[in-house]
């Protein structure tokens, strides 16, 4: 790499600007536009690519009405773009409830926090310390699922997320860390996150800053030479 490129890089790291945290904001999400939603699709929200999923062959939902994202067990059509994608009748309910689990993924490593959770009656969990104490299952990227209160959760904070599961608190899911809680479960949407890109190491624009100017002491003795 010829010198002024690389300073141009190094410059690059050393002065970009801090990454801005992104509000996930599923409730607006779901009262614009109710569906279901296939595995790997991308949705995105405030600037960030979110992947969505659920297990068992379901479906992420955004139900309207202050809900949020849930699970639906059978979604009636897919094919009008999204505008039809609604839970069928006989379904079970759109909130995530026995042997469901939802999972939002990203492209990058983020730190996730600012956890907000609605209750099946699309009231928030705050407004009702009962439900604060009630239990679900979280985990990132992939890993065995915890069993959390709602009100611990919530103020929670998780570095280099590429995925975050929520999951009913039941026996069928028999990989759970029960963290020292007792089974509580709680039916539940998700309402909202914030999410941030994880920033570079403090280190790192140093080290090129460093590495620049051994390469210009490099040039410079060659020179002289």
């Known amino acids: 790499m010829k010198l002024k490129a690389f300073a141009s890089a190094v410059a690059l790291v050393c002065f ?22 296939e595995d ?29 994202l849930g699970v639906c067990q059978n979604v009636t059509d897919f094919s009008n773009g999204g505008t039809s994608n609604r839970c069928a009748s006989g379904a079970g309910d759109d909130n995530v409830t026995a042997t469901e689990a939802v999972t939002i993924a990203f492209d990058t490593a983020m730190n996730l926090s600012g956890l907000v959770f609605q209750q099946d009656g699309h009231t928030p969990f705050s407004n009702s310390a009962t439900a604060l104490q009630k239990t679900l299952l979280f985990a990132i990227n992939g890993g065995i699922l915890g069993r959390y209160t709602f009100g611990n ?3 929670l904070s998780f570095g280099n997320v590429l995925s975050a599961t929520f999951a009913f608190d039941d026996s069928s899911f028999d990989m759970v860390t ?10 539940f949407y998700l309402a909202s996150a914030t999410v941030a890109p994880v920033p570079l190491p403090a280190a790192l624009p140093m080290l090129l800053a460093g590495l620049g100017g051994l390469g210009l002491f490099a040039r410079r003795k060659r020179k002289a030479a």
């Open 40 to 68: 790997g699709t991308v949705i995105t929200m405030d600037g960030v690519d979110v992947t969505f999923s659920a297990n068992g062959g379901y479906f992420a939902y955004f139900d309207h009405g202050n809900a949020g």
């Open 16 to 37: 970009a600007p801090m990454a801005q945290a992104a509000t996930l904001d599923f409730i607006a999400e779901a009262d614009n536009n109710e569906r279901g939603v």
């Open 178 to 187: 029960a963290n020292g809680l007792t089974r509580n479960a709680e039916q």
């Open 153 to 155: 959760l919530q103020t």
